[in-house]
Structure formats: structure tokens, C-alpha cells
């Protein structure tokens, strides 16, 4: 069952998905590659630390962020990846690691990556071995996130 939190929220704003189980898998790309769904809609929900506040930056599962970037672009004199000790609280009823980019319910800036905006998107929903599938119109018109070029694809 995805996180009644998100669960609730999407259906109060009358949002059309689909949930998709899958087995246990700690990767955006390992998912993706369970659920048959390409990496490119697959998103991964990285959270970072700007001028010390918390947001996530999400791209997709076989991209990753590039810090320098993304304090570019977003004036930000400061931008680092946040640790588990440092975000884990802030996601309750979620599992480490399958936060949902759903900035807003949990008190974050989001900043998507362009290269999400082409295609529908799929998302870890609060645990992991279920994902939500939804139009990125939706995505877009609920989180309002800031959408720029601010990732890569990752090495190794």
C-alpha cells in the first residue's frame, strides 16, 4: 500500500495513477528495470541542502545531479547532498530512500530536471516495493516544481 499520506493527497486532488508493486529494490534504475518502465520516466528523489535548507531534486533514474548546476541555477551560495541522519525524519510514514518527489507535503522546494517533462512519470510511493505512475501534467500542476537542466547522465 503506497503512503496513505500520498495516497490521500493525490486522490483528494483528483489525480488519475496507477500503482505498480514490485519486489524489494533499492534503485531508481533497479525498479525501473522491475516495472518495465524506462529510466527516462522513472524519477529519483535526491535530496539536498541549499544555503542549508533541505529540497529535492529529482531526475530521472539513470541521470544524476549536478551540484554545481543546480547552485548555479539556483543562486544558492552552498549545494550539497543531505544525509540519511539529516532527512530521515522529515519523511514520516515513508521508508529511506522511497521518499515521493511531493516536495510540498513535506515542507520542500522541488526542482525537477527538463528531461523529466517529456514523458509521464513514475515515482517511489513511500516504500520500496511499490511506485506511483502518473501524467507529468499532474505532477507538474500539483508540486509545482522548478523545472531546469540541472543533471547528468551518472557515472560508473
Known sequence: MPAQRVKQYLD???VKYVVLSHSLAYTSQEIAVNVHISGKKMAK???VKMDGKMAMAVVPAHESVNLERLKIITGAHQVTLA???EFKEKFPGCETGAMPPLGHLYGMDV????????NGIAFN???LREIIQMS???FERLVKPKVSVFSGVAKG
Open 125 to 127: 510511493a513511500g516504500n
Open 12 to 14: 483528494e486532488n483528483n
Open 83 to 85: 544525509t540519511e541522519e
Open 136 to 138: 507529468y501534467a499532474d
Open 111 to 118: 526542482y525537477a530536471s527538463e528531461d523529466l517533462s517529456k
Open 45 to 47: 528523489t535526491v535530496i
